[in-house]
Protein backbone atom coordinates (compact mmCIF):
# COMPACT_ATOMS: atom_id res chain seq x y z
CA UNK A 1 0.00 0.00 0.00
CA UNK A 2 2.87 2.49 0.84
CA UNK A 3 5.09 1.52 -2.22
CA UNK A 4 1.34 2.09 -4.18
CA UNK A 5 1.06 5.68 -2.63
CA UNK A 6 4.73 6.41 -3.42
CA UNK A 7 4.42 4.93 -6.93
CA UNK A 8 1.72 7.08 -7.82
CA UNK A 9 2.68 10.61 -5.87
CA UNK A 10 6.10 10.12 -7.71
CA UNK A 11 4.40 9.05 -11.25
CA UNK A 12 2.00 12.33 -10.77
CA UNK A 13 4.66 14.51 -9.66
CA UNK A 14 6.92 13.55 -13.22
CA UNK A 15 3.41 13.86 -15.42
CA UNK A 16 2.84 17.28 -13.84
CA UNK A 17 6.54 18.44 -14.64
CA UNK A 18 6.60 16.57 -18.15
CA UNK A 19 3.10 18.06 -19.25
CA UNK A 20 4.03 21.68 -17.24
CA UNK A 21 7.20 22.41 -19.15
CA UNK A 22 5.97 21.65 -22.46
CA UNK A 23 3.00 23.99 -21.64
CA UNK A 24 4.88 26.65 -19.68
CA UNK A 25 7.38 27.51 -22.44
CA UNK A 26 10.50 26.70 -24.18
CA UNK A 27 12.88 27.46 -21.62
CA UNK A 28 11.19 25.61 -19.68
CA UNK A 29 10.82 22.81 -22.34
CA UNK A 30 14.85 22.54 -22.45
CA UNK A 31 15.05 22.63 -18.81
CA UNK A 32 13.05 19.76 -17.75
CA UNK A 33 14.11 17.92 -21.19
CA UNK A 34 18.04 18.69 -21.01
CA UNK A 35 17.84 17.49 -17.51
CA UNK A 36 15.73 14.72 -18.04
CA UNK A 37 18.30 13.40 -21.06
CA UNK A 38 21.21 14.12 -19.47
CA UNK A 39 19.78 11.35 -16.41
CA UNK A 40 18.73 9.23 -18.83
CA UNK A 41 22.39 9.09 -21.06
CA UNK A 42 23.71 8.53 -17.34
CA UNK A 43 22.03 5.78 -16.70
CA UNK A 44 22.71 4.19 -20.34
CA UNK A 45 26.50 4.90 -19.01
CA UNK A 46 26.01 3.56 -16.18
CA UNK A 47 24.28 0.16 -17.65
CA UNK A 48 26.48 -0.05 -20.61
CA UNK A 49 29.96 0.94 -19.33
CA UNK A 50 29.26 0.32 -15.40
CA UNK A 51 29.22 3.00 -12.72
CA UNK A 52 32.44 2.33 -11.63
CA UNK A 53 34.98 5.09 -12.62
CA UNK A 54 38.08 3.04 -13.13
CA UNK A 55 39.54 2.99 -16.68
CA UNK A 56 38.85 7.08 -17.57
CA UNK A 57 35.20 6.38 -16.96
CA UNK A 58 35.11 9.86 -15.12
CA UNK A 59 35.92 11.70 -18.09
CA UNK A 60 34.09 9.80 -20.67
CA UNK A 61 30.85 10.38 -18.81
CA UNK A 62 31.55 14.14 -18.73
CA UNK A 63 32.46 14.65 -22.48
CA UNK A 64 29.26 12.03 -23.13
CA UNK A 65 27.26 14.58 -21.21
CA UNK A 66 28.75 17.69 -22.70
CA UNK A 67 27.68 16.18 -26.21
CA UNK A 68 24.90 15.36 -25.33
CA UNK A 69 23.67 18.57 -24.00
CA UNK A 70 25.90 20.54 -26.77
CA UNK A 71 23.68 18.49 -29.38
CA UNK A 72 20.29 18.94 -27.69
CA UNK A 73 21.16 23.29 -26.85
CA UNK A 74 22.23 23.63 -30.25
CA UNK A 75 19.36 21.69 -31.68
CA UNK A 76 17.10 23.88 -29.25
CA UNK A 77 18.61 27.46 -30.62
CA UNK A 78 18.21 26.95 -34.32
CA UNK A 79 14.26 25.32 -34.13
CA UNK A 80 13.72 28.11 -31.05
CA UNK A 81 15.54 31.36 -31.63
CA UNK A 82 16.23 30.80 -35.65
CA UNK A 83 19.99 30.16 -34.92
CA UNK A 84 21.54 29.08 -38.14
CA UNK A 85 21.31 25.03 -38.37
CA UNK A 86 25.39 25.12 -38.63
CA UNK A 87 25.63 25.92 -35.04
CA UNK A 88 24.85 21.69 -34.45
CA UNK A 89 28.45 21.29 -35.16
CA UNK A 90 30.18 22.72 -32.17
CA UNK A 91 28.71 19.35 -30.91
CA UNK A 92 31.06 17.41 -32.85
CA UNK A 93 33.83 19.14 -30.46
CA UNK A 94 33.21 17.46 -27.69
CA UNK A 95 32.42 13.67 -30.19
CA UNK A 96 35.75 14.29 -31.14
CA UNK A 97 37.11 14.85 -27.33
CA UNK A 98 35.99 11.70 -26.73
CA UNK A 99 38.22 9.97 -29.65
CA UNK A 100 41.16 11.81 -28.23
CA UNK A 101 40.47 11.24 -24.64
CA UNK A 102 40.31 7.57 -25.19
CA UNK A 103 43.99 7.48 -26.02
CA UNK A 104 45.14 8.97 -22.56
CA UNK A 105 43.30 6.04 -20.50
CA UNK A 106 45.43 3.48 -19.39
CA UNK A 107 44.84 -0.08 -20.52
CA UNK A 108 42.93 1.06 -23.20
CA UNK A 109 45.46 0.23 -25.68
CA UNK A 110 45.54 -3.48 -24.21
CA UNK A 111 44.79 -5.95 -26.89
CA UNK A 112 44.17 -8.87 -25.35
CA UNK A 113 41.90 -12.15 -26.98
CA UNK A 114 40.71 -15.30 -24.81
CA UNK A 115 39.48 -18.62 -25.48
CA UNK A 116 36.67 -18.84 -22.69
CA UNK A 117 34.02 -21.90 -23.61
CA UNK A 118 35.20 -22.10 -27.31
CA UNK A 119 33.92 -18.36 -27.34
CA UNK A 120 36.12 -15.80 -28.32
CA UNK A 121 36.21 -12.72 -26.22
CA UNK A 122 38.76 -9.61 -25.49
CA UNK A 123 39.56 -9.27 -21.55
CA UNK A 124 40.56 -5.32 -21.97
CA UNK A 125 38.21 -3.41 -20.75
CA UNK A 126 38.86 -0.42 -22.31
CA UNK A 127 37.82 -0.17 -26.06
CA UNK A 128 34.28 -1.36 -25.64
CA UNK A 129 33.51 1.80 -23.04
CA UNK A 130 34.03 4.11 -25.77
CA UNK A 131 31.45 2.94 -28.75
CA UNK A 132 29.01 3.10 -26.07
CA UNK A 133 29.47 7.10 -25.32
CA UNK A 134 28.97 6.91 -29.26
CA UNK A 135 25.48 4.98 -28.59
CA UNK A 136 24.43 7.09 -25.73
CA UNK A 137 24.48 10.18 -28.07
CA UNK A 138 22.74 8.35 -31.30
CA UNK A 139 20.37 6.10 -28.74
CA UNK A 140 19.41 8.96 -26.07
CA UNK A 141 20.28 12.23 -26.65
CA UNK A 142 19.40 12.34 -30.35
CA UNK A 143 15.79 11.81 -29.75
CA UNK A 144 15.82 14.12 -27.04
CA UNK A 145 17.50 17.05 -28.71
CA UNK A 146 14.72 16.36 -32.28
CA UNK A 147 11.83 16.95 -29.78
CA UNK A 148 13.06 20.72 -29.78
CA UNK A 149 11.54 20.86 -33.75
CA UNK A 150 7.97 19.66 -33.58
CA UNK A 151 7.77 22.61 -30.62
CA UNK A 152 6.99 25.45 -33.07
CA UNK A 153 4.09 25.18 -35.62
CA UNK A 154 4.16 26.59 -39.14
CA UNK A 155 4.54 30.41 -38.14
CA UNK A 156 6.86 30.10 -36.15
CA UNK A 157 4.83 30.54 -32.81
CA UNK A 158 5.94 27.93 -29.65
CA UNK A 159 2.84 25.38 -29.77
CA UNK A 160 3.95 22.64 -27.15
CA UNK A 161 0.67 20.59 -28.04
CA UNK A 162 1.96 18.00 -30.72
CA UNK A 163 5.05 16.87 -28.20
CA UNK A 164 2.09 17.29 -26.00
CA UNK A 165 0.12 15.01 -28.03
CA UNK A 166 2.60 12.55 -28.33
CA UNK A 167 3.34 12.00 -25.08
CA UNK A 168 -0.06 11.06 -24.64
CA UNK A 169 -0.66 8.84 -27.65
CA UNK A 170 2.64 7.20 -26.08
CA UNK A 171 1.11 6.48 -22.64
CA UNK A 172 -1.77 5.66 -24.40
CA UNK A 173 -0.12 2.59 -25.74
CA UNK A 174 0.99 1.94 -22.35
CA UNK A 175 -2.34 1.50 -20.93
CA UNK A 176 -4.01 -0.05 -23.69
CA UNK A 177 -1.08 -2.73 -23.71
CA UNK A 178 -1.94 -2.89 -19.94
CA UNK A 179 -5.25 -3.63 -20.31
CA UNK A 180 -5.45 -6.29 -22.49
CA UNK A 181 -2.38 -7.54 -22.35
CA UNK A 182 -3.11 -8.06 -18.64
CA UNK A 183 -6.55 -10.10 -19.56
CA UNK A 184 -6.82 -11.22 -23.04
CA UNK A 185 -2.92 -11.93 -23.06
CA UNK A 186 -3.25 -13.75 -19.53
CA UNK A 187 -6.26 -15.92 -21.29
CA UNK A 188 -4.77 -16.60 -24.70
CA UNK A 189 -0.99 -15.49 -24.36
CA UNK A 190 0.14 -15.11 -27.69
CA UNK A 191 3.28 -13.72 -26.98
CA UNK A 192 5.00 -10.87 -29.14
CA UNK A 193 8.56 -11.17 -28.27
CA UNK A 194 9.46 -14.10 -25.40
CA UNK A 195 13.19 -13.72 -25.91
CA UNK A 196 13.38 -10.26 -24.57
CA UNK A 197 10.40 -9.67 -22.96
CA UNK A 198 8.20 -12.67 -21.71
CA UNK A 199 5.61 -10.72 -20.43
CA UNK A 200 4.15 -8.83 -23.57
CA UNK A 201 1.54 -10.52 -25.97
CA UNK A 202 0.36 -9.43 -29.50
CA UNK A 203 -3.29 -8.72 -27.34
CA UNK A 204 -1.53 -6.05 -25.31
CA UNK A 205 0.25 -4.76 -28.49
CA UNK A 206 -3.21 -4.40 -30.40
CA UNK A 207 -4.57 -3.25 -26.87
CA UNK A 208 -2.16 -0.10 -27.48
CA UNK A 209 -3.03 0.43 -30.98
CA UNK A 210 -6.17 0.93 -30.47
CA UNK A 211 -5.79 2.90 -27.34
CA UNK A 212 -2.87 5.05 -29.49
CA UNK A 213 -5.25 5.29 -32.83
CA UNK A 214 -8.03 6.42 -30.37
CA UNK A 215 -6.17 8.99 -28.64
CA UNK A 216 -4.74 10.46 -31.23
CA UNK A 217 -8.45 10.72 -32.48
CA UNK A 218 -9.55 12.35 -29.40
CA UNK A 219 -6.83 14.52 -29.41
CA UNK A 220 -7.46 16.15 -32.56
CA UNK A 221 -11.27 15.87 -31.98
CA UNK A 222 -10.69 18.41 -29.20
CA UNK A 223 -8.51 20.59 -30.97
CA UNK A 224 -4.93 20.24 -29.67
CA UNK A 225 -3.46 17.82 -32.58
CA UNK A 226 -3.51 20.34 -35.64
CA UNK A 227 -3.26 17.28 -38.23
CA UNK A 228 -6.02 15.61 -40.51
CA UNK A 229 -7.67 12.72 -39.17
CA UNK A 230 -5.72 10.32 -41.86
CA UNK A 231 -2.40 11.75 -40.75
CA UNK A 232 -3.22 11.90 -36.80
CA UNK A 233 -4.07 7.74 -37.32
CA UNK A 234 -1.01 7.52 -39.19
CA UNK A 235 0.61 8.89 -35.90
CA UNK A 236 -0.95 7.01 -33.37
CA UNK A 237 -0.17 3.98 -35.32
CA UNK A 238 3.21 5.02 -35.49
CA UNK A 239 4.19 5.78 -32.03
CA UNK A 240 2.18 2.54 -30.97
CA UNK A 241 4.67 0.52 -33.26
CA UNK A 242 7.94 2.55 -32.61
CA UNK A 243 7.09 2.55 -28.81
CA UNK A 244 6.73 -1.34 -28.30
CA UNK A 245 10.24 -1.23 -30.65
CA UNK A 246 11.45 0.93 -28.18
CA UNK A 247 10.31 -0.77 -25.37
CA UNK A 248 11.61 -3.96 -26.43
CA UNK A 249 15.20 -2.17 -27.32
CA UNK A 250 15.87 -0.99 -23.91
CA UNK A 251 14.79 -4.32 -22.73
CA UNK A 252 16.97 -5.85 -24.15
CA UNK A 253 19.91 -3.71 -23.51
CA UNK A 254 18.82 -4.17 -19.76
CA UNK A 255 19.10 -7.56 -20.51
CA UNK A 256 22.29 -7.95 -22.27
CA UNK A 257 23.66 -6.42 -19.03
CA UNK A 258 22.04 -7.76 -16.33
CA UNK A 259 20.08 -5.13 -15.34
CA UNK A 260 16.45 -5.02 -13.77
CA UNK A 261 15.99 -0.94 -14.22
CA UNK A 262 17.75 1.78 -15.75
CA UNK A 263 17.87 3.58 -12.88
CA UNK A 264 16.13 4.32 -9.38
CA UNK A 265 15.25 7.93 -9.92
CA UNK A 266 11.56 7.69 -9.36
CA UNK A 267 10.74 6.09 -6.86
CA UNK A 268 8.34 2.94 -7.83
CA UNK A 269 9.32 3.94 -11.40
CA UNK A 270 12.81 2.95 -11.88
CA UNK A 271 14.87 5.60 -13.81
CA UNK A 272 14.50 8.26 -17.23
CA UNK A 273 15.51 5.85 -19.53
CA UNK A 274 12.62 3.72 -18.43
CA UNK A 275 10.15 6.42 -18.84
CA UNK A 276 11.09 7.42 -22.29
CA UNK A 277 12.35 4.07 -23.72
CA UNK A 278 9.26 4.13 -26.15
CA UNK A 279 9.66 7.52 -26.50
CA UNK A 280 13.65 7.66 -27.87
CA UNK A 281 12.13 5.47 -31.25
CA UNK A 282 8.73 6.63 -31.97
CA UNK A 283 9.49 10.24 -31.37
CA UNK A 284 12.10 10.48 -34.24
CA UNK A 285 9.71 8.44 -36.65
CA UNK A 286 6.75 9.95 -35.78
CA UNK A 287 8.62 13.84 -36.27
CA UNK A 288 9.65 12.40 -39.75
CA UNK A 289 6.26 11.45 -40.88
CA UNK A 290 4.95 14.72 -39.45
CA UNK A 291 7.53 16.77 -40.76
CA UNK A 292 7.37 15.21 -44.67
CA UNK A 293 4.16 13.33 -45.16
CA UNK A 294 1.96 15.03 -43.25
CA UNK A 295 -0.76 17.46 -44.92
CA UNK B 1 61.54 -2.35 -56.45
CA UNK B 2 58.28 -4.11 -57.53
CA UNK B 3 56.71 -3.05 -54.60
CA UNK B 4 57.87 0.37 -54.60
CA UNK B 5 56.77 0.52 -58.68
CA UNK B 6 53.27 -0.82 -57.38
CA UNK B 7 53.12 1.25 -54.38
CA UNK B 8 53.90 4.72 -56.12
CA UNK B 9 50.98 3.68 -59.08
CA UNK B 10 48.37 3.17 -56.51
CA UNK B 11 49.32 6.23 -54.09
CA UNK B 12 49.40 8.41 -57.73
CA UNK B 13 45.97 7.03 -58.89
CA UNK B 14 44.28 7.53 -55.55
CA UNK B 15 45.65 11.18 -55.48
CA UNK B 16 44.57 12.17 -59.05
CA UNK B 17 40.97 10.39 -58.19
CA UNK B 18 40.93 12.78 -54.87
CA UNK B 19 41.86 15.72 -56.27
CA UNK B 20 40.34 15.08 -59.82
CA UNK B 21 37.13 14.57 -58.37
CA UNK B 22 36.89 17.67 -56.17
CA UNK B 23 37.80 19.79 -58.94
CA UNK B 24 35.33 18.34 -61.63
CA UNK B 25 32.15 19.55 -59.45
CA UNK B 26 29.86 18.77 -57.21
CA UNK B 27 28.70 15.41 -58.31
CA UNK B 28 32.03 13.85 -58.91
CA UNK B 29 32.69 14.60 -55.65
CA UNK B 30 29.52 13.39 -54.07
CA UNK B 31 30.53 9.69 -56.36
CA UNK B 32 33.99 9.46 -55.12
CA UNK B 33 33.70 10.14 -51.99
CA UNK B 34 30.82 8.60 -51.16
CA UNK B 35 32.20 5.31 -52.52
CA UNK B 36 35.24 5.82 -50.10
CA UNK B 37 33.52 6.37 -47.16
CA UNK B 38 31.40 3.55 -47.82
CA UNK B 39 34.53 1.43 -47.81
CA UNK B 40 36.12 2.95 -44.77
CA UNK B 41 32.53 2.65 -42.84
CA UNK B 42 33.01 -1.57 -44.00
CA UNK B 43 36.65 -1.24 -43.02
CA UNK B 44 35.75 0.03 -39.66
CA UNK B 45 33.46 -3.02 -39.28
CA UNK B 46 35.56 -5.34 -40.56
CA UNK B 47 38.17 -4.32 -37.96
CA UNK B 48 34.97 -3.86 -34.75
CA UNK B 49 32.90 -6.35 -35.60
CA UNK B 50 34.35 -8.73 -37.82
CA UNK B 51 34.34 -9.73 -41.24
CA UNK B 52 32.21 -13.10 -40.23
CA UNK B 53 28.63 -12.61 -41.43
CA UNK B 54 27.18 -14.73 -38.17
CA UNK B 55 24.99 -13.13 -35.91
CA UNK B 56 23.52 -10.38 -38.24
CA UNK B 57 26.64 -9.08 -39.25
CA UNK B 58 24.90 -8.90 -43.12
CA UNK B 59 21.95 -7.01 -41.74
CA UNK B 60 23.81 -4.80 -39.09
CA UNK B 61 26.77 -4.00 -42.44
CA UNK B 62 23.92 -2.99 -44.98
CA UNK B 63 22.10 -1.14 -42.36
CA UNK B 64 25.20 1.01 -41.52
CA UNK B 65 26.27 2.12 -45.09
CA UNK B 66 22.26 2.72 -45.82
CA UNK B 67 22.84 4.94 -42.80
CA UNK B 68 26.11 6.25 -43.66
CA UNK B 69 24.77 7.41 -47.44
CA UNK B 70 22.32 8.78 -46.26
CA UNK B 71 23.59 11.04 -43.73
CA UNK B 72 26.35 11.62 -46.33
CA UNK B 73 23.64 12.53 -49.63
CA UNK B 74 21.49 14.28 -47.87
CA UNK B 75 24.31 16.94 -46.19
CA UNK B 76 25.36 17.00 -49.54
CA UNK B 77 21.85 17.79 -50.71
CA UNK B 78 21.56 20.66 -47.82
CA UNK B 79 24.69 22.10 -48.90
CA UNK B 80 24.65 21.59 -53.01
CA UNK B 81 21.37 22.21 -53.88
CA UNK B 82 19.73 23.74 -50.89
CA UNK B 83 17.79 21.46 -49.96
CA UNK B 84 15.91 21.99 -46.09
CA UNK B 85 18.29 20.79 -43.40
CA UNK B 86 15.85 18.78 -41.74
CA UNK B 87 16.04 16.28 -44.74
CA UNK B 88 18.77 15.21 -42.66
CA UNK B 89 16.18 13.67 -40.35
CA UNK B 90 16.11 10.89 -42.96
CA UNK B 91 19.52 8.83 -42.23
CA UNK B 92 17.86 8.50 -38.76
CA UNK B 93 15.19 6.18 -40.23
CA UNK B 94 17.83 3.38 -40.92
CA UNK B 95 19.69 4.10 -37.34
CA UNK B 96 16.39 3.15 -35.83
CA UNK B 97 16.70 0.52 -38.19
CA UNK B 98 20.02 -0.62 -36.39
CA UNK B 99 18.29 -0.24 -32.84
CA UNK B 100 15.30 -2.73 -34.42
CA UNK B 101 17.13 -5.99 -36.31
CA UNK B 102 19.21 -6.59 -33.11
CA UNK B 103 15.98 -7.31 -31.81
CA UNK B 104 16.27 -10.04 -33.93
CA UNK B 105 19.77 -10.90 -34.14
CA UNK B 106 20.18 -14.64 -32.34
CA UNK B 107 22.51 -14.33 -29.06
CA UNK B 108 22.07 -10.70 -28.71
CA UNK B 109 19.83 -11.17 -25.53
CA UNK B 110 22.30 -13.86 -24.20
CA UNK B 111 23.84 -12.08 -20.92
CA UNK B 112 27.15 -14.21 -19.98
CA UNK B 113 29.27 -13.00 -17.90
CA UNK B 114 32.39 -14.60 -16.56
CA UNK B 115 36.19 -14.65 -14.66
CA UNK B 116 38.85 -14.89 -16.83
CA UNK B 117 42.45 -14.08 -15.19
CA UNK B 118 40.06 -11.65 -12.45
CA UNK B 119 39.01 -9.96 -14.97
CA UNK B 120 35.19 -9.76 -15.89
CA UNK B 121 34.07 -10.35 -19.13
CA UNK B 122 31.12 -10.81 -21.16
CA UNK B 123 30.93 -13.45 -23.77
CA UNK B 124 28.05 -13.03 -25.52
CA UNK B 125 29.07 -11.60 -28.91
CA UNK B 126 25.94 -9.67 -29.40
CA UNK B 127 25.41 -6.90 -28.10
CA UNK B 128 28.82 -5.77 -28.63
CA UNK B 129 28.40 -5.60 -32.56
CA UNK B 130 25.66 -2.97 -32.46
CA UNK B 131 27.49 0.03 -30.74
CA UNK B 132 29.98 -0.15 -33.28
CA UNK B 133 27.80 0.62 -35.90
CA UNK B 134 26.83 3.85 -34.41
CA UNK B 135 30.46 4.52 -34.05
CA UNK B 136 31.07 3.90 -37.64
CA UNK B 137 28.21 6.39 -38.38
CA UNK B 138 30.32 9.15 -35.94
CA UNK B 139 33.72 8.55 -36.00
CA UNK B 140 33.34 7.63 -39.77
CA UNK B 141 30.53 9.24 -41.80
CA UNK B 142 29.92 11.56 -40.27
CA UNK B 143 33.88 13.48 -41.34
CA UNK B 144 33.15 12.48 -44.81
CA UNK B 145 29.42 14.18 -44.90
CA UNK B 146 30.61 17.54 -43.37
CA UNK B 147 33.22 17.93 -46.16
CA UNK B 148 29.88 18.69 -48.56
CA UNK B 149 29.46 22.14 -46.12
CA UNK B 150 33.02 23.85 -47.19
CA UNK B 151 32.76 23.14 -50.95
CA UNK B 152 30.28 26.73 -51.39
CA UNK B 153 32.08 29.56 -51.32
CA UNK B 154 29.66 32.27 -49.62
CA UNK B 155 27.91 33.41 -52.86
CA UNK B 156 26.71 29.71 -53.21
CA UNK B 157 29.15 29.04 -56.07
CA UNK B 158 31.07 25.49 -56.23
CA UNK B 159 34.78 25.97 -55.28
CA UNK B 160 36.46 22.75 -54.37
CA UNK B 161 39.78 25.07 -53.24
CA UNK B 162 39.13 25.00 -49.35
CA UNK B 163 38.32 20.99 -49.11
CA UNK B 164 41.85 20.53 -51.71
CA UNK B 165 43.66 23.09 -49.61
CA UNK B 166 42.96 21.16 -46.35
CA UNK B 167 43.61 17.78 -47.87
CA UNK B 168 47.23 18.86 -49.12
CA UNK B 169 47.76 20.10 -45.78
CA UNK B 170 47.16 17.25 -44.35
CA UNK B 171 49.89 15.69 -46.70
CA UNK B 172 52.31 18.09 -45.45
CA UNK B 173 51.75 16.73 -42.24
CA UNK B 174 52.75 13.94 -43.00
CA UNK B 175 55.62 14.74 -45.31
CA UNK B 176 56.82 16.73 -42.77
CA UNK B 177 56.59 14.49 -40.25
CA UNK B 178 58.36 11.75 -42.12
CA UNK B 179 61.01 14.06 -43.33
CA UNK B 180 61.95 14.91 -39.71
CA UNK B 181 61.16 11.93 -37.77
CA UNK B 182 63.24 9.78 -40.07
CA UNK B 183 66.07 12.06 -39.21
CA UNK B 184 66.41 14.19 -36.17
CA UNK B 185 63.64 11.75 -34.53
CA UNK B 186 65.50 9.08 -35.25
CA UNK B 187 68.77 10.61 -33.98
CA UNK B 188 67.30 12.23 -30.90
CA UNK B 189 64.10 10.20 -30.56
CA UNK B 190 61.49 12.40 -28.49
CA UNK B 191 58.66 9.80 -28.66
CA UNK B 192 55.24 11.23 -29.19
CA UNK B 193 53.25 8.17 -27.97
CA UNK B 194 54.52 5.12 -27.23
CA UNK B 195 51.80 2.88 -26.12
CA UNK B 196 50.21 3.17 -29.26
CA UNK B 197 52.58 4.63 -32.32
CA UNK B 198 55.72 3.72 -30.94
CA UNK B 199 57.46 5.03 -34.43
CA UNK B 200 55.87 8.83 -33.68
CA UNK B 201 58.43 11.15 -32.30
CA UNK B 202 58.30 14.83 -31.91
CA UNK B 203 60.59 15.45 -34.14
CA UNK B 204 58.34 14.40 -36.36
CA UNK B 205 55.23 15.77 -34.76
CA UNK B 206 57.20 19.77 -35.57
CA UNK B 207 58.45 18.38 -38.77
CA UNK B 208 54.61 18.13 -39.63
CA UNK B 209 53.46 21.30 -38.20
CA UNK B 210 56.27 23.45 -39.97
CA UNK B 211 55.47 21.82 -43.26
CA UNK B 212 51.48 22.12 -42.73
CA UNK B 213 51.87 25.68 -41.69
CA UNK B 214 53.88 26.53 -44.41
CA UNK B 215 51.86 24.74 -47.10
CA UNK B 216 49.11 26.71 -45.73
CA UNK B 217 51.04 30.05 -46.35
CA UNK B 218 51.94 28.87 -49.74
CA UNK B 219 48.63 28.00 -50.75
CA UNK B 220 47.12 31.15 -49.28
CA UNK B 221 50.26 32.81 -51.51
CA UNK B 222 49.04 31.24 -55.09
CA UNK B 223 45.70 32.36 -54.55
CA UNK B 224 44.25 28.96 -53.59
CA UNK B 225 43.28 28.88 -49.95
CA UNK B 226 40.81 32.14 -49.57
CA UNK B 227 41.86 32.96 -45.64
CA UNK B 228 43.00 35.77 -44.44
CA UNK B 229 47.12 35.13 -43.12
CA UNK B 230 46.14 34.26 -39.37
CA UNK B 231 43.29 32.17 -40.42
CA UNK B 232 45.36 30.26 -43.03
CA UNK B 233 47.78 29.24 -40.16
CA UNK B 234 45.26 29.01 -37.55
CA UNK B 235 43.70 26.05 -40.31
CA UNK B 236 47.43 24.70 -40.86
CA UNK B 237 48.35 24.23 -37.32
CA UNK B 238 44.62 22.70 -36.56
CA UNK B 239 45.17 20.21 -38.86
CA UNK B 240 48.55 19.05 -38.64
CA UNK B 241 47.32 18.71 -34.81
CA UNK B 242 44.30 16.75 -34.34
CA UNK B 243 45.65 15.50 -38.12
CA UNK B 244 48.37 13.45 -35.89
CA UNK B 245 45.29 12.42 -32.69
CA UNK B 246 43.09 11.20 -36.12
CA UNK B 247 46.19 9.22 -36.78
CA UNK B 248 47.14 8.00 -33.43
CA UNK B 249 42.78 7.60 -32.86
CA UNK B 250 42.66 4.79 -35.71
CA UNK B 251 45.97 2.96 -34.40
CA UNK B 252 44.55 2.53 -31.09
CA UNK B 253 41.87 1.12 -33.12
CA UNK B 254 43.52 -1.18 -34.74
CA UNK B 255 46.33 -2.13 -32.48
CA UNK B 256 43.13 -2.77 -29.72
CA UNK B 257 42.06 -5.42 -32.62
CA UNK B 258 45.16 -6.73 -33.53
CA UNK B 259 45.08 -5.32 -37.01
CA UNK B 260 47.65 -3.84 -39.07
CA UNK B 261 46.01 -2.51 -41.75
CA UNK B 262 42.24 -1.47 -42.35
CA UNK B 263 42.63 -2.81 -45.66
CA UNK B 264 43.91 -3.88 -48.66
CA UNK B 265 42.38 -1.61 -51.40
CA UNK B 266 45.37 0.34 -52.03
CA UNK B 267 48.43 -1.77 -52.94
CA UNK B 268 50.53 -1.21 -50.37
CA UNK B 269 48.88 1.72 -48.57
CA UNK B 270 46.10 -0.45 -46.56
CA UNK B 271 43.11 0.73 -46.59
CA UNK B 272 40.80 3.98 -46.57
CA UNK B 273 40.28 4.09 -43.52
CA UNK B 274 44.22 4.15 -43.05
CA UNK B 275 44.14 7.40 -45.85
CA UNK B 276 41.72 9.14 -44.15
CA UNK B 277 42.37 8.70 -40.03
CA UNK B 278 43.65 11.75 -40.43
CA UNK B 279 40.96 14.03 -41.96
CA UNK B 280 38.16 12.23 -39.61
CA UNK B 281 39.50 14.40 -36.48
CA UNK B 282 41.08 17.29 -38.56
CA UNK B 283 38.36 18.47 -41.03
CA UNK B 284 35.58 18.69 -38.58
CA UNK B 285 37.63 21.12 -36.40
CA UNK B 286 39.17 23.26 -39.28
CA UNK B 287 35.68 23.22 -40.48
CA UNK B 288 33.80 24.31 -37.37
CA UNK B 289 36.87 26.95 -37.24
CA UNK B 290 36.47 27.86 -40.68
CA UNK B 291 32.97 28.46 -40.14
CA UNK B 292 32.66 30.32 -36.91
CA UNK B 293 35.85 32.26 -36.04
CA UNK B 294 37.65 32.46 -39.50
CA UNK B 295 36.94 36.51 -40.66
Redesign the interface.
Known sequence: MKNFIIRTLSGLAFTVLVIGSILYGPVAFAVVFGTIMTIAVSEYLNI?VGKSNAGGNILLRALTIVASLSLFVNVFLVAAYGFD??YI??A??P??GI??S??YVKG????D??E??G??????????S???A??A???VA?PFS?MS?VLYDKTGVYDGNLLLCMMVMLWCTDVGAYLLGSTLGQMFGHRL?P??SPKKSWEGFFGGLVCSVAGAVVLRGVGLLELNLADAIAVGVIICI?GV?GD??ES??K????VKDSGKIMPGHGGMLDRFDGAL?AF??A??YI??FAA
Open positions: TPLLFILVLFINLFNVHIKVDVTVRTSNGYEHPFLGLVYLLIFSIFLLVQLRNFGLPVIVIF
